[in-house]
């Protein structure tokens, strides 16, 4: 019976790791693809710069908060533009620093705006909805409240939307850690995990969905959707904005800017559940392309490997299977999390990366244990598509 077990043990992790070398060499190769895009992209940019509305949905304080609010008030963009923050009440702490922010920055256009309280599950897509009817400009630059971009964002950001094609340009984004451990093994599945599965997906089918840090859009493009309201009771509006585009006859792309967004410190708890969150918001959004996301990691079919090998007799097997799971995911993270997004965690802590992509599987594993989530505070069952019905 053992044999039998430890032999099935070390057939799984054969397939594993022969389906997570594809993954990896299918990254290297989009990785690659993209640098190309991106050098075409800057060397093409216009030199015009249309007038832009820059979109910031907050709620309540953060860590970091002042910095990045502020990253948005330096920005050198020649063209005309506005910044538009809206929260749930006039009371939020969040409003108020803007507030005290905005004073450094008189020169700047900034509005402060209240949505009341949501009727819709995303409190998020409702500020939005807000800020749309009252931007000025065509142009719409949807960034969440904890980013921090450089002086040059809105420069390589809003051209390519002057382009009437274009439907939705988004973001990659590195992880930037707040705090421990466990923001730190966060921070490197963004800037590794998560870059490499877009990039892979731009290259096999081009990219129908956006990334929430950043979207960025037009106001007819929004109109020929049905309206930013449509999104409310989803909880990845991201995915569903950039996919919607898509399939009005639009062209989505990736911007040449990579963007720091910030991981809160969080207990191990916290962060479970954080991270839970969002993988079933994919297995929603995205029910057969997380199914098969499974077969990506490395680590968990080293491991499966290493202990068939011993249990079959075949030691030196069960090691060189254990050794490469390793080795693809430190390789994956220095040459998609240094290569591609520059985050100096990723290549300093490389050999960390493993134990992330562990975590990543039984996070995966864990997004098939119920269709519940909490998001601040409130409990929500998650349907096909991605909709979300409050509980209770």
């Known amino acids: 019976m053992i044999h039998i077990f430890s032999q099935f043990l070390l057939g799984i992790a054969i397939i594993g790791t022969l389906a997570s070398t594809v993954f990896l060499g299918l990254a290297l ?130 051209p390519p939307l002057a382009d009437a094609n274009i439907g939705v340009s988004t973001c990659l984004y590195r992880g930037l850690p707040v705090g421990g451990l466990w923001a730190r093994l966060e921070a490197l599945g963004m800037s590794v995990e998560m870059t490499s599965g877009v990039l892979i997906a731009n290259m096999l089918e081009g990219m129908k969905f956006a990334l929430g840090p950043t979207m960025s859009t037009r106001k007819d493009v929004i109109a020929k959707i049905g309206g930013i309201a449509q999104m409310g009771d989803y909880c990845a509006d991201d995915y569903v904005i950039g996919n919607l585009a898509d399939a009005a006859g639009y062209k989505n792309i990736i911007s040449t800017h990579v963007i720091d967004h910030v991981v809160l410190s969080r207990s191990w708890a916290n962060s479970w559940a954080h991270q839970v969150r969002w993988m079933k918001s994919t297995r929603y959004s995205r029910p057969k392309g997380h199914f098969g996301s499974g077969l990506t990691f490395a680590v968990p079919f080293g491991i499966a490997g290493l202990v068939g090998g011993w249990l079959s007799g075949y030691p030196a097997v069960g090691w060189a299977l254990f050794a490469w799971g390793l080795l693809n995911r430190v390789i994956q993270s220095v040459a998609i999390g240094w290569g591609i997004v520059r985050d100096p965690r990723a290549l300093s802590f490389c050999w960390l990366y493993p134990a992330r992509d562990l975590l990543g599987f039984f996070l995966w594993v864990a997004s098939y244990g119920s269709n519940v989530i909490d998001w601040r505070g409130e409990k929500y069952r998650l349907e096909f598509g991605g909709k979300m019905k409050k509980v209770g």
């Not at 050098?39 to 030199?47: F, L």
């Not at 809206?86 to 705006?113: F, K, T």
Request: glycine content about 4%.
């Open 29 to 158: 190769v989009a990785a690659r693809k993209h640098l190309a895009q991106m050098r075409a992209a800057r060397a093409t940019q216009s030199a015009v710069f249309p007038p832009v509305s820059v979109l910031k949905p907050v709620h309540g304080m953060e860590p970091r908060l002042a910095e990045d609010l502020e990253s948005f008030f330096l920005q050198d963009y020649p063209g005309q533009w506005e910044l538009l923050f809206c929260a749930r009440h006039e009371g939020d702490a969040a409003l108020q620093l803007v507030r005290e922010i905005s004073g450094r920055y008189p020169q700047v256009n900034c509005r402060v705006l209240t949505s009341g309280d949501p009727p819709w599950p995303n409190a998020k897509v409702y500020s939005l909805d807000k800020m749309v009817r009252e931007a000025k400009h065509d142009i719409l630059i949807v960034s969440d409240s904890d980013v921090w971009v450089a002086p040059t964002y809105l420069q390589d950001v809003a």
